[in-house]
């Protein structure tokens, strides 16, 4: 059958073809939630397109569909490209590639229709959670048995954290989503709100960030044609982010009545994240120290150094508003929006936009169809997360402090309707940004040889 051809890395052309895609569907969906907080009246009652509807199907979509098939596409091509042997099996790739598509679309649907766990980020239904699961196996399998018959002594950074984040996100995502019970996908009481952002929280940490650091360790010293700066360093920030990272999803509950000690533990977690954090950021920078120029050159090192920069500024904002006292101010309204939109948008995605332009050259053996059109997605991402950065944060600062001087939320939605409509805008231009990538992949996946670069 030719959907499962063994064809040299066309499980990652796939994943990367998939995810240009789902980056469209998922910023119109976004738009069109975007729309409903400017206009509530403009779209109808719609019921599959309601805003308590379409906010969870945009962020599934942007999160598995975009970001998340971005990057295992991606480590579809390291970790061969590091044992230096051919993947194990192209055929088992492709399989999961269906299966990966296939839970999307039967999220998506089922959501727009109404069926959902209503549970944040673990919204789609059981059937969905297993084809999910079975695919996380599949890829596992497939990446470790490549592993296992590697050519090279020395398995570097990637592979550790790209393995990591399959076994990590495979229970997580089995908890989160309390697979044992088919009927809720949930239990009951606070274990489940403390379980729910066990998962919530880790799906950005244990998923999309080990996968995106993978990424930038591989890009970075490639396009400053540097070796890395520290291996060591490197270990200490896999393991660090490992032991830290599991316990901090509590910090969304500071206001609710969870053990203190819970409390304490991920306040105090959030604080050390600085240590992962730091060990990459420090060490990718030395390495691309007095290089800089190469990346601004390169299309998917431009990526990569500006997921970067926003990894960083996500990273700083984290520790801060779990603080007790910040979160009088920041929690429940537009300023934890934004920081969402840095970590899944901001930081793994443009980092995934970044992989994707960086390794469609060595995996289809020729060049990109278009620098120029890569470099205009790049300023409309750029642009549009910035956006998003500032209209939000201002928005959830309005919200909060109006909250704690007392004003009902009634009087609060007309001083916040002027930044729901720049939100539009804002919205419009990533939806351009997706267009021209989902263009520009296609062209780069079917030029001839010796088409455009």
């Known amino acids: 059958m030719p959907f499962l051809t063994e064809e040299p890395h066309g499980t990652a052309k796939a994943l990367f073809l998939g995810s240009a895609f789902w980056f469209l569907v ?3 969906e976004g738009l069109t939630g975007a729309v409903h907080l400017a206009a509530p009246d403009l779209l109808g009652n719609i019921s599959w397109l309601v805003f308590g509807r379409i906010r969870p199907v945009h962020t599934s979509t942007m999160i598995f ?5 971005a990057l295992l596409g991606a480590a ?19 399989v999961t590639v269906w299966l990966w598509n296939l839970a999307i679309v039967a999220g998506t649907a089922t959501l727009a229709l109404g069926h959902s766990q209503s549970r944040e980020y673990a919204e789609w239904i059981w059937p969905v959670d297993v084809v999910v699961l079975f695919g996380l196996a599949l890829v596992f399998l497939n990446l470790l048995c490549t592993v296992a018959a590697r050519r090279e002594n020395t398995l570097y950074i990637s592979a550790w954290y790209i393995l990591a984040a399959l076994v990590t996100t495979f229970f997580i995502y089995f908890f989160g989503n309390a697979v044992w019970n088919p009927r ?11 379980l729910a952002w066990f998962y919530g929280h880790g799906v950005v940490g244990l998923f999309l960030t080990p996968l995106a650091v993978a990424v930038a360790y591989y890009v970075v010293p490639n396009v400053a044609r540097s070796p ?3 291996h060591t360093l490197s270990l200490v920030g896999f393991w660090s982010l490992l032991m830290i990272y599991t316990h901090i999803g509590a910090h969304h509950l500071l206001q609710t009545p969870i053990p203190t000690w819970l409390k304490v533990l991920a306040v105090s977690g959030s604080i050390a994240m600085v240590i992962p954090v730091a060990t990459v950021l420090v060490n990718l920078w030395l390495t691309m120290r007095g290089r800089l120029g190469l990346f601004h050159e390169d299309p998917g090192g ?17 520790p801060l508003q779990s603080l007790p006292v910040v979160q009088r101010v920041t929690h429940l309204n537009n300023w934890v929006v934004a920081h969402a939109h840095m970590g899944v948008l901001g930081f793994a995605g443009t980092i995934g936009l970044g992989g994707m ?13 278009s620098r120029v059109l890569a470099d205009l997605q790049y300023w409309l991402v750029l642009l549009g997360m910035a956006g998003f950065f500032v209209v939000l944060t201002a928005a959830g600062l309005v919200q909060g402090n109006s ?7 009634y009087r609060t939605l007309p001083m916040l309707h002027p930044y729901m409509v720049v939100r539009v805008g804002v919205g419009v231009l990533l939806f351009g940004a997706a267009a021209v990538g989902l263009y520009n992949v296609v062209r780069s996946l079917r030029e001839p040889e010796g088409g455009a670069g």
Not at 65 to 69: D, K, L, N
Not at 76 to 94: A, D, I, Y
């Open 26 to 28: 998922g910023t119109l």
């Open 65 to 69: 569909g975009f970001v998340g098939s």
């Open 76 to 94: 579809f091509c390291l970790v061969p490209m590091l044992s230096r042997v051919p993947l194990w099996s192209e055929r088992l790739g492709k």
């Open 184 to 194: 809720t996908g949930a239990i009951s009481g606070m274990p489940d709100a403390i």
């Open 228 to 230: 890395l700066y520290s």
């Open 302 to 318: 431009k990526f990569v150094m500006a997921g970067l920069v926003w990894y960083l500024l996500v990273c700083l904002q984290g």
């Open 357 to 369: 332009y960086f390794l469609l050259p060595r995996v289809t053996g020729r060049p990109l169809h």
């Open 403 to 409: 909250w704690l001087n007392g004003e009902t939320v």
